[in-house]
């Protein structure tokens, strides 16, 4: 199986599953990323990636110079969004804004899983202070 398939018009892409790798994200503990499609696969404007946060998985307080939109695809896990912290679950939707601090953490005993949208291009993730 190819990493990419491309239409005949030469415009579509198509990724597989079996595809995509998932690494360790740095900057938190028990998160892994895919691209699921992005720039380097032929998409111009937009990338979703897929996250896994595993139980007792945490992300720290961060901002990104970008927004984010996701999408939450299983399990259940708490959101920090400025100074709220919402339980969302799979169906759940979420929109970030470009700056705000935000964070996550799966107090669950089942992965949470989730699908971000964001802008191709550099984005600059900075910790915040606590």
């Excluded at 990419?4 to 028990?30: K, L, M, Q």
């Excluded at 992965?111 to 964001?118: H, K, M, Q, R, T």
Aim: net charge negative; proline share 5%.
């Amino acid at each position: 199986m190819t990493d990419t398939a491309e239409s005949a018009s030469g415009d579509a892409r198509i990724r597989r599953a079996d595809d995509v790798e998932y690494e360790p994200v740095d900057a938190a503990e028990g998160l892994h990323k895919g691209v699921l499609i992005g720039a380097e696969h032929g998409a111009p404007t937009l990338a979703i990636r897929r996250f896994v946060l595993d139980p007792g998985g945490e992300v720290p307080k961060h901002t990104n110079e970008i927004e984010h939109e996701q999408y939450v695809l299983e399990g259940e896990y708490v959101v920090g969004i400025g100074d709220e912290e919402f339980t969302v679950a799979a169906g759940d939707s979420l929109h970030i804004p470009a700056g705000t601090v935000h964070w996550y953490r799966n107090e669950g005993e089942e992965p949470g899983a989730f699908v971000c949208a964001v802008p191709v291009g550099n984005d600059e993730i900075r910790l915040a202070e606590e």
